[in-house]
C-alpha cells in the first residue's frame, strides 16, 4: 500500500498553517522532552530538581498532538476509513457509491460533534483539577487541546463534505437525475 505522506496535496490557507505548525511543534517538543529524559537517565546527570517533570509533559504533548496529528489526517483525507464498499458501488453504480461516500462523512461529523460536546464538558469540569506529576498542568487544559483539535477536525470534514458535493461529476449526475424526474412527473 502506498501512501502519499506530502502534506502539498491543496493549496495551504492560513488555517492549514497553524494547524500543521501546531501539529509540528508538539511533535518536536515530545521528541526533545524524550531525548533529554535517555540523556538524564544513561549518564546519570546531576541536574538540579531533576527532569522528573519530563516524562509526563511529554505524554501530554503525546496525547494532544495525537489529536492534532488526526485534524491533519483529515485535512488530507489520510484518516482511518473502510473504503470496501463506496469503492464496490462506485465500480458498478458510480452516484450510489458517492451518496455513500457522503452519508459516512455525515456520519463522521455527527460523531465528533458529539465527541467535541462531551471534550468540551470534561474541559470545564476539570478546568482547575491539577495532572498528576506536574501540578502546574491542569486536566481541563489537555481536555481543551484535545476538544479544539476535534473542532479542526469537524471544520476539515465539513470541507471534505463540500467538495464531494461540490465534485463536478456528482453534480452533474445529480442534476440529470433530478430533471429526468421532474420532467417524468410533468
Sequence with gaps: MDIDQSLGLKKDTWY???????????????LVLTTAQVIVRIFDLP???GAWWTEPVARYSLMTG?????????????HIKM??????LEERFPSIG??????????????????TYAGLQATLGKWSTPMLGVQ??????????????L??????ELINLYSVLTTNDFSRQFMSTVTSANKEGE
Design 16 to 30: 492549514d498553517r497553524i494547524v500543521l505548525n501546531v501539529a509540528t511543534l508538539l511533535f518536536i517538543l515530545m
Design 47 to 49: 541536574i538540579s530538581g
Design 66 to 78: 495525537t489529536y492534532v496529528g488526526a485534524a491533519v489526517a483529515s485535512r488530507n483525507g489520510e
Design 83 to 88: 473504503t470496501i464498499i463506496s469503492n464496490q
Design 98 to 115: 458517492t451518496i455513500v461516500d457522503i452519508i459516512a462523512q455525515i456520519l463522521t461529523i455527527l460523531f465528533l460533534v458529539l465527541l
Design 136 to 149: 502546574v498542568v491542569k486536566q481541563g487544559w489537555i481536555y481543551g487541546t484535545i476538544t479544539a483539535s
Design 151 to 156: 473542532g479542526m477536525m469537524i471544520i476539515y
